[in-house]
């Protein structure tokens, strides 16, 4: 697939860093220069531990094929966003997030699935959505945008691979460019009338049609 504004090939490869340890502030940095405690705390014990593969070409292609919005971003928007991103995998039955774990990056799915779910304290899980290829995390983009911290529980249903924007990117680029802000504000609006679907289901659809429902759900899952 061509870049409409920018030819993948222009990219020298040394551009396309290796991915980096991301902070609980979400620094995209081996060492956080911005002075934060927190940051130099952990920069040598991160939470979570992902696999990562170096990016390529062929990544930043599949990408692009995932999320064609991403096509009318500028050239210089582009070339910040390449230079930035990772491609973590979580293999399946990782946790991608636990309630209360800080966002550092905005995820875009693009192989795989992960679930998202809340837990009450007797143990109840309620299933608040899945993010499938093409698809990215509402309450990760909600975290990040609100400056809170993870408010459910995240984990792979199959080896899941994403491409992870550092937040601080992901926020520099709702700045400076249109097409990824609108790209963004639109997604999450369809993903939040989504949720609200979920809660009239929850709340005034009987136990026996909504179990009806998964049924089918995880039949067409399981092919």
């Known amino acids: 697939m061509s870049w409409p504004l920018l030819d993948l090939a222009e990219i020298d490869t040394a551009v396309l860093v290796?991915?980096?340890?991301?902070?609980?502030f979400g620094c995209a940095r081996d060492v956080c220069d911005l002075g934060h405690r927190q940051c130099r705390e952990t920069a040598n014990a991160p939470k979570r531990v992902y696999k990562t593969v170096t990016t390529s070409l062929a990544h930043l292609d599949h990408w692009l094929a995932r999320f064609p919005a991403l096509g009318s971003l500028s050239r210089d928007d582009w070339v910040m966003a390449t230079a930035a991103v990772s491609f973590p995998?979580?293999?399946?039955?990782?946790?991608?997030?636990?309630?209360?774990d800080a966002c550092a990056n905005y995820v875009m799915c693009l192989t795989g699935a992960t679930r998202a779910y809340k837990l009450s304290e007797q143990g109840r899980e309620?299933?608040?959505?899945?993010?499938?290829?093409?698809?990215?995390?509402?309450?990760?983009?909600h975290?990040?945008?609100?400056?809170?911290?993870f408010p459910a529980e995240s984990i792979a249903l199959e080896r899941t691979q994403f491409a992870a924007l550092p937040a601080?990117?992901?926020?520099d680029l709702m700045h400076t460019s249109d097409a990824f802000r609108s790209f963004v504000l639109d997604d999450y609006?369809?993903?939040?009338g989504q949720l609200f679907t979920l809660v009239d289901d929850l709340a005034f659809s009987t136990v026996e049609r909504?179990?009806?429902?998964?049924l089918i759900v995880e039949a067409d899952h399981a092919g």
């Open 18 to 24: 290796a991915p980096l340890r991301i902070s609980s």
């Open 89 to 100: 995998v979580l293999e399946q039955g990782d946790m991608a997030y636990r309630q209360g």
């Open 126 to 141: 309620v299933l608040m959505y899945e993010v499938e290829p093409g698809g990215t995390c509402l309450l990760t983009t």
């Open 143 to 149: 975290c990040i945008l609100s400056g809170g911290t």
């Open 168 to 171: 601080g990117v992901f926020r």
């Open 189 to 192: 609006a369809r993903l939040m």
């Open 210 to 214: 909504r179990l009806a429902r998964r």
